[in-house]
């Protein structure tokens, strides 16, 4: 249940994990539990609600319950990976939270934030507190109590400090307003000074933030996602490359086609014509059914109109 409903104010660690992994697909699922997936060497690749963040060392990211995540890392590049799930409920028994309510001002900011996920750099101390949290679970019976409930504090209050401390933190915050706001206007005229406007930053700072964390500058961002579109589209769709053009947000059919060229190395009717798939919506004026034997027959709705 949610770290921020302070109804659930009792903590009680599920699962656990230390592990290098040389390869790790995880399908998108959820779970009650909040969860930290800490990179001790290597690198991968998490989705957060469909977001795709890569975590280098020393990264982190903490996600509440129900967050609709996965992780994958790459054949080939070993990942060396902490992981703790702990289940937030207003059941009382485990670690009261609301001692960190009481004591810690950072920990207080934290549950005022309400984020569904957070990715962060350690500032030298979340790794540390991790590693011993669950070296003390992995002991089982032999556990002590009172110092497990130390050591989940200790954590909470190095993950939390993080937060204002982290210039990571904040230039994920502004990247993902920006996102959000290149998703909601997409097939819209866009320009860098107009997201950074919305974004709150200057121009230059996000070009960087986004130069670090994919690789490519925000206007070509922006193709990369008008592209997939478009390639779907010609997948799937009967539309003119005039008005496919006109709808992703370009203000010519040649200047949609040099982009488009630029992604796939082929023009648009190229890709049409090797992979496309002409619809055409005839199924004999009938739909098609099954009888009691499993056999599809055709039940006319419409009538022919003779000419």
Known sequence: MS????NNRYARPEAFYALNLTEFHMPPHTHNRCEIMYVVSGNCVVSAKK????????????????????????S????????LEFLCSPNKGGIDLNEMLNNSETYRGFIDRKEDFLVLNDNGKVGYALKDLISELEKKKSSDQFLLRILFFRMLVEFTRNIGQDS??????????????????????????MIAEYTGINHSYLQTLFSKQFNCGIIAYVNKLRMEHAAFLLNNSNMSITDMAFHLGYNSRQHFGYIFEK????SPQQYRKLKGQNIKADTGGGQWYADENGHFKNQVLLKRISN
């Open 3 to 6: 770290i921020y409903n302070i």
């Open 51 to 74: 977001e795709m963040i890569t975590l280098k060392k020393n990264q982190f990211i903490f996600l509440d319950q129900n967050v609709s995540h996965c992780l994958y890392i790459k």
């Open 76 to 83: 080939g590049t070993p990942c060396t990976i902490l992981n």
């Open 168 to 193: 990571h933190y904040l230039g994920s915050l502004h990247l993902r307003k920006a996102q959000k706001y290149i998703n909601e206007h997409l097939y819209e005229d866009l320009n860098v000074e």
């Open 263 to 266: 992604h796939y190395n082929m």
